[in-house]
């Protein structure tokens, strides 16, 4: 069975951020970064070359197999800031109708800028997916 690519590392969170080229990003990425911090209770941590992941959770898949995986994340990619959140929680739809300029796919959220969605909406939906990813 072949390893994930995507898995913790030990790369530093601050060497990354200094890779951001885009002010306004990075800080945008220490912002979200503070708020999945504060909802998971755990410090950030590389997963692969561009994700910072927070807290971790036993992902069990249909044939049995187990893997670690991050219980939230973000990743500042070319064109969006990536949002790792759970894509089924009860409060799910109505915190993304509130948040903002964004898109989804499914278990992922697309902002431009942290400028162009609801702050207090941003951390609700955090906080919500992460209680949801906790006891699953």
Not at 9 to 23: L, N, V
Not at 61 to 88: C, D, H
Not at 91 to 107: Q, Y
Request: aromatic letters at 8%.
């Amino acid at each position: 069975m072949t390893e994930p690519k995507t898995r913790q590392t030990g790369s530093s969170i601050e060497a990354f951020y200094a890779r951001i080229k885009d002010d306004e990003v990075r800080q945008d990425c220490r912002v979200i970064a503070d708020i999945m911090k504060k909802a998971t209770k755990a410090p950030p941590k590389m997963w692969g070359s561009s994700i910072v992941g927070f807290g971790t959770r036993t992902v069990r898949y249909a044939n049995g197999r187990e893997a670690e995986w991050m219980m939230t994340a973000f990743s500042p990619r070319k064109q969006n800031i990536v949002l790792y959140l759970s894509s089924a929680f009860p409060e799910r739809d109505a915190l993304l109708k509130a948040l903002g300029r964004h898109s989804c796919g499914k278990g992922c959220v697309y902002v431009k800028r942290l400028s162009d969605v609801h702050l207090p909406t941003l951390k609700k939906l955090v906080a919500a997916s992460v209680k949801h990813t906790s006891k699953s």
